[in-house]
């Protein structure tokens, strides 16, 4: 009987000769140069129409115009909420002296993830899981797989494992080609400068009591930490996909259309309070961390939390049973 | 690279992602739910030598309520605009605006951000050109669905010129060198049945600020009324009181030709 080890092992590498972790490299090689440029160029704009690299100029001037869309009656009450709590936090960095987006690559790490983490990397996640289970039907050996002296429910946990290793993996990966990149043009500093953190918002206001400083580096590994939390459910949800589903393709395009139906969601549907039982509004645990309001009423941490890990260990459940009852003819 | 050197390769890196992962996590867990207040305040003051664009740059900086801020022009300039168009223009020097200008705005509320607002006070130092619009709310403008009334615009007029007078001096004295630029009232309800009592105020108005900033040689008073005297609805916006893209041109031309 092959061990735990031995069988994870072996899934594991299945996924390597594959070469789905190079496409996932492969992609934010490409990418992650693209918006390292569009932020570039933003930066660049942003001085010439000011004519000075001050960055309490430019946090001022993004104050002011915050401040005047506020009078717009066109913008909804939601939004102007949301933009308020912006107004008074920069501000807070504004009466710090704490520049918000000190230019360097460490804080293009850290705008990339929480950014990145409620579609961008799932999609990534996705590519890995869909066919971990699926893809043995498409190859046919599902039939070897299944028929060798090993109990279901340790094949399918030892992929599991190997998915786990993967999303970690990607998850840091992500993190390095970032920084690695975005630093030939930001500079590879900054890893102690001070990012501000713990603004709670009650109603309109924003709570400043707990505010406190952590130097970045620290700042990145929690949010790293729990964009990887995040992935982890969807890779879950995934998981389960790849069982149901046998066409590696059709198990994508669901778990695709569904994270995109997350963001579509957040855009819409402040108004409708249920949606925030979906996982796909949940993925967005950076903002917690951040202290920006998030955009479906009746979210926190915790609740974010509790919601993904419910739907991770229900679709595991689901997994599992199906997994282990299913004849393979 | 042999399939058991990649498997170990790979193993390591993962683990310890796995590790560092999730230790962030349960580290950003905590520190979110109970936030303490740890960690040394170490700041930016920002770059204040860089902060001076170069040589041969104006710097304008642009003070006061909508009409700063270009409410009502199509083109997005507003006279602040305008003025950096023709500035640049007819100098050939690159000319930066920085603008401070909010919509609704009163005299008390930018005298609040001169006093208390270090870096709207640091901009100021540094530049070459200050333009300034305040009043019109104070007068016309009470924030509700306010009826037009110069009765109770004409009570509201002195503690507005006081709180000028504040602005105008604490203006002076970051900055005695840079132009002050001052877009005087012009009446925008001249349509109404009111009119004469409404260019009243406006009148009394734009000669107590002229007034004041005759005191400092750097101050000047552009006057706009006569701009929206013939035909004004032609250069108002939809809204009837703030300019469109031709009026707040017209603005803008004129502080160019004022300063030049």
């Not at chain 1, 797989?145 to 786990?164: D, E, G, H, N, Y």
């Not at chain 2, 270009?70 to 605009?81: E, F, K, N, Q, R």
């Amino acid at each position: 009987m092959l061990s735990m080890y031995g069988l994870v092992m072996n899934e594991a590498l299945k996924i390597l000769q594959r070469k789905r972790l190079w496409v996932v490299v492969l992609i934010l090689l490409v990418l992650v140069p693209i918006f390292t440029y569009a932020q570039f160029r933003a930066t660049l704009d942003n001085q010439k129409q000011l004519g000075t690299t001050d960055w309490k100029v430019s946090v001022r001037q993004s104050i002011n115009d915050t401040t005047n869309r506020l009078s717009s009656t066109r913008i909804p009450e939601d939004w102007k909420k949301l933009m308020r709590i912006r107004i008074q936090q920069q501000q807070y960095y504004l009466d710090h002296d704490i520049n918000p987006t000190s230019p360097n690559g460490v804080t293009f790490t850290r705008d990339f993830m929480s950014n990145a983490v409620s579609l961008f990397i799932p999609l990534l996640i996705v590519i890995i899981s869909s066919d971990i289970v699926s893809g043995e039907h498409t190859g046919g050996t599902i039939k070897l797989l299944l028929t060798r002296p090993v109990k279901r429910w340790r094949i399918l946990t030892s992929k599991l494992i190997a998915l786990f290793l993967f999303v970690s993996a990607i998850v840091v990966l992500t993190g390095i080609i970032a920084y690695a990149i975005s630093g030939v043009v930001f500079g590879y500093t900054g890893w102690a400068y001070p990012v501000l953190t713990g603004f709670q918002i009650q109603g309109e206001e924003v709570n400043t009591e707990g505010v406190h400083v952590l130097p970045q580096w620290l700042y990145i590994m929690m949010e790293y930490g729990l964009s990887w939390y995040a992935c982890l459910a969807v890779a879950c949800i995934s998981f389960m996909v790849s069982v149901l589903v046998r066409s590696t393709a059709a198990g994508m395009g669901v778990m695709v259309s569904a994270l995109i139906a997350g963001t579509i969601l957040t855009n819409m549907a402040s108004a409708w309070e249920s949606a925030k039982y979906f996982f796909m509004v949940n993925l967005q645990l950076t903002d917690y961390l951040a202290g920006t309001l998030p955009t479906i009423p009746g979210l926190s941490l915790t609740f974010s939390l509790t919601t993904l890990g419910i739907w991770s260990v229900a679709s595991l459940l689901v997994a599992y049973i199906v997994f282990i009852r299913r004849d393979v003819y | 690279m042999s399939s058991q050197a990649s498997w170990r390769l790979f193993a390591v890196f993962s683990l310890a992602s796995t590790l560092a992962l999730a230790v962030g996590l349960y580290l950003g867990i905590t520190d979110i739910l109970s936030p303490s207040a740890t960690g040394e305040w170490k700041t930016d003051k920002g770059t204040e030598e860089t902060g001076k664009p170069k040589v041969n740059a104006v710097q304008i900086v642009a003070l006061g309520d909508s009409l700063t801020r270009g409410t009502g022009d199509g083109a997005g300039l507003g006279y602040v605009g305008n003025l950096r168009a023709r500035l640049s223009e007819a100098t050939g020097q690159q000319a930066y605006v920085l603008n401070h200008g909010v919509n609704g705005y009163k005299t008390a509320d930018l005298l609040r951000d001169l006093q208390q607002k270090e870096d709207i006070r640091r901009t100021l130092r540094q530049a070459d050109i200050v333009t300034l619009s305040i009043g019109g709310n104070d007068l016309f403008n009470a924030g509700g669905a306010e009826e037009v009334n110069p009765e109770i615009s004409q009570k509201r007029l002195p503690g507005a010129v006081e709180r000028y007078k504040e602005i105008v001096k604490i203006i002076d004295s970051l900055n005695p060198k840079a132009k002050i630029l001052y877009m005087g009232l012009y009446n925008a309800f001249a349509d109404l049945s009111n009119a004469q009592e409404s260019y009243k105020v406006v009148e009394r108005w734009n000669s107590e600020t002229s007034a004041v900033l005759y005191r400092y040689p750097h101050a000047i008073f552009v006057p706009t009324d006569d701009l929206f005297r013939v035909d004004g609805k032609k250069y108002l916006s939809s809204d009837h009181f703030h300019p469109n893209q031709a009026g707040y041109r017209r603005i803008g031309e004129r502080m160019a030709e004022v300063i030049r």
